[in-house]
């Protein structure tokens, strides 16, 4: 009877004191590179947030991608009233370039939405994984229009086709009255009548295309709205849908 009370006793010691180790310990992971700790939840896995101080990286949510793409709106260059001069070269060029930069920033603004609503497949309810589909889709249609119709005329514009031809030739004796012959080389237009039109045109066709960039982009705005708010309203049918 003594043995089994002293048994029972030291049994209860023992669970008690491993509850308390599980309780007191930390719940932190120790990440590989570098010997950083990193704060764990309670399942053990890495807490998310929107900075990475190791990477130097912040990254972007999908509120911020549709508040930067506004911001690109404002920055579509205008065009003058009477029409841009298909005469005037280098303020054809300097139109150009503004808006291609505009167009290059907000490609690389859309590739950054698939990082901002990644979310592994069976933690996305259905509904979720549906909104993010036409999300995507609507996306691929502007970047398709944009790229097919404003893109291939600036780029025609500013980097037409060139041949590098022989411009002239140098001819020199040395010590020995042995003529050397060197060729100098340069960089011509393969076609100038097609550059001309090429820039008349972009001239023509300039507030079209002006047109046709801000109705992709206010089209985007709105379908990123439409998708948050569609998430949202997935979220309170469903604990498993996004909410931003």
Same mark, same amino acid.
């Given at each position: 009877?003594?043995?089994?009370?002293?048994?029972?006793?030291?049994?209860?010691?023992? /669970?008690?004191?491993?509850?308390?180790?599980?309780?007191?310990?930390?719940? /932190?992971?120790?990440?590989?590179?570098?010997?950083?700790?990193?704060?764990?939840?309670?399942?053990?896995?890495?807490?998310?947030?929107?900075?990475?101080?190791?990477?130097?990286?912040?990254?972007?949510?999908?509120?911020?991608?549709?508040?930067?793409?506004?911001?690109?709106?404002?920055?579509?260059?205008?065009?003058?009233?009477?029409? *841009?001069?298909?005469?005037?070269?280098?303020?054809?060029?300097?139109?150009?370039?503004?808006?291609?930069?505009?167009?290059?920033?907000?490609?690389? *603004?859309?590739?950054? $939405?698939?990082?901002?609503?990644?979310?592994?497949?069976?933690?996305?309810?259905?509904?979720?994984?549906?909104?993010?589909?036409?999300?995507?889709?609507?996306?691929?249609?502007?970047?398709?229009?944009?790229?097919?119709?404003?893109?291939? /005329?600036?780029?025609? $514009?500013?980097?037409?086709?060139?041949?590098? $031809?022989?411009?002239?030739?140098?001819?020199?004796?040395?010590?020995?009255?042995?003529?050397?012959?060197?060729?100098?080389?340069?960089?011509?237009?393969?076609?100038?009548?097609?550059?001309? *039109?090429?820039?008349?045109?972009?001239?023509?066709?300039?507030?079209? *295309? /002006?047109?046709?960039?801000?109705?992709?982009?206010?089209?985007?705005?709105?379908?990123?709205?439409?998708?948050?708010?569609?998430?949202?309203?997935?979220?309170?049918?469903?604990?498993?849908?996004?909410?931003?």
């Amino acid at each position: 009877f003594i043995v089994s009370i002293l048994y029972a006793s030291l049994k209860t010691n023992s /669970r008690h004191q491993f509850t308390l180790k599980m309780s007191t310990s930390k719940k /932190r992971k120790i990440d590989g590179t570098n010997g950083k700790s990193i704060p764990t939840t309670d399942k053990g896995e890495k807490s998310t947030t929107s900075k990475n101080d190791f990477y130097g990286y912040e990254s972007l949510s999908v509120e911020d991608i549709q508040n930067r793409i506004k911001e690109l709106c404002h920055r579509v260059p205008l065009v003058p009233a009477d029409g *841009l001069k298909s005469e005037n070269e280098k303020s054809i060029k300097e139109w150009a370039t503004s808006l291609q930069a505009v167009i290059e920033e907000f490609n690389l *603004l859309v590739c950054c $939405v698939s990082p901002a609503t990644y979310k592994w497949g069976s933690e996305r309810s259905g509904a979720a994984d549906q909104n993010l589909n036409v999300l995507s889709a609507e996306l691929a249609s502007s970047q398709d229009q944009i790229s097919s119709t404003v893109m291939p /005329r600036l780029t025609n $514009v500013l980097a037409p086709v060139v041949d590098l $031809v022989i411009d002239k030739v140098i001819t020199t004796k040395d010590k020995d009255g042995k003529e050397i012959r060197e060729n100098v080389f340069t960089r011509k237009q393969t076609d100038p009548d097609f550059v001309n *039109l090429c820039c008349r045109i972009l001239c023509r066709n300039a507030k079209l *295309l /002006r047109q046709v960039v801000l109705a992709n982009f206010i089209k985007i705005q709105r379908c990123i709205d439409d998708y948050r708010q569609a998430c949202l309203k997935d979220s309170q049918h469903d604990s498993r849908g996004f909410a931003y």
